[in-house]
């Protein structure tokens, strides 16, 4: 599918998924290229009377949210989040996600696991029999030469992430990213567990058994998904 196809999806559902937001609702709100057009839509409704509060997964995104008019809170300043909406990098059979391709997965993850409902919001393209995206991990900087040497020794060929000035991507809480490149993921949730487990490693970005609804969008419309 070409460029100009995706984008048109990645609006499509955006806009789709705005309609899930309710008045009151206090909503987690995603980061990516596809949660853009939802903060645009999400704007619009609030310019036009919707009273909600976002709680941003991202320094972008609560910038792009503010600017247009949409309270936002952070996730230690509120009580409960009734709904978090956000893209995936890919979604397996299974329904489990990988997420981090723009370096926000720790922040997106502490917002989803403090979430009553999550919502994936996606492309078509996203949507794979088994997971083969890169794996990001986000790491302390201390150390991240010798964690890197030890993934590589599990055969899970790590690369630390840089920017275009060949230095290393930071986080908004200014750590590193490894991005793990496998042909194919068959066991998510094993890997996951081995990662938990290793020290440096901060957060990594696998998504398991997290969305309860995905909103994948067709040339011929929406599918919703009950997932979990």
């Not at 919502?119 to 995206?133: A, H």
Request: hydrophobic residues 40%; proline residues 4%; charged residues 25%.
């Amino acid at each position: 599918m070409d460029s100009e196809a995706v984008k048109k999806q990645k609006a499509e559902v955006g806009r789709e998924a705005v309609d899930f937001i309710k008045d009151g609702m206090i909503v987690g709100i995603g980061s990516g290229s596809t949660m853009w057009y939802l903060v645009e839509a999400l704007g619009k409704r609030v310019q036009a009377g919707l009273n909600i509060i976002g709680v941003p997964t991202s320094k972008y995104t609560r910038e792009h949210a503010e600017r247009l008019g949409i309270m936002m809170k952070n996730v230690d300043e509120v009580d409960h989040i009734d709904l978090t909406i956000d893209g995936a990098d890919q979604i397996d059979e299974n329904y489990q996600g990988i997420k981090g391709g723009g370096a926000s997965h720790l922040m997106e993850k502490i917002v989803a696991v403090n979430s009553r409902k999550n919502m994936w919001i996606v492309d078509e393209t996203k949507m794979v029999k088994t997971l083969s995206y890169p794996v990001p991990l986000e790491v302390i900087p201390y150390g991240s030469k010798q964690l890197e040497k030890r993934l590589a020794k599990m055969g899970l060929n790590p690369r630390l992430r840089l920017d275009e000035n060949q230095q290393p991507v930071l986080t908004d809480s200014k750590n590193y990213i490894i991005d793990l490149f496998l042909d194919h993921i068959d066991d998510p949730k094993e890997l996951a567990s081995t990662l938990d487990s290793i020290t440096g490693i901060v957060e990594h970005g696998f998504f398991l058994d997290i969305a309860n609804t995905i909103i994948v969008q067709h040339p011929d419309g929406p599918q919703i998904i009950n997932a979990h």
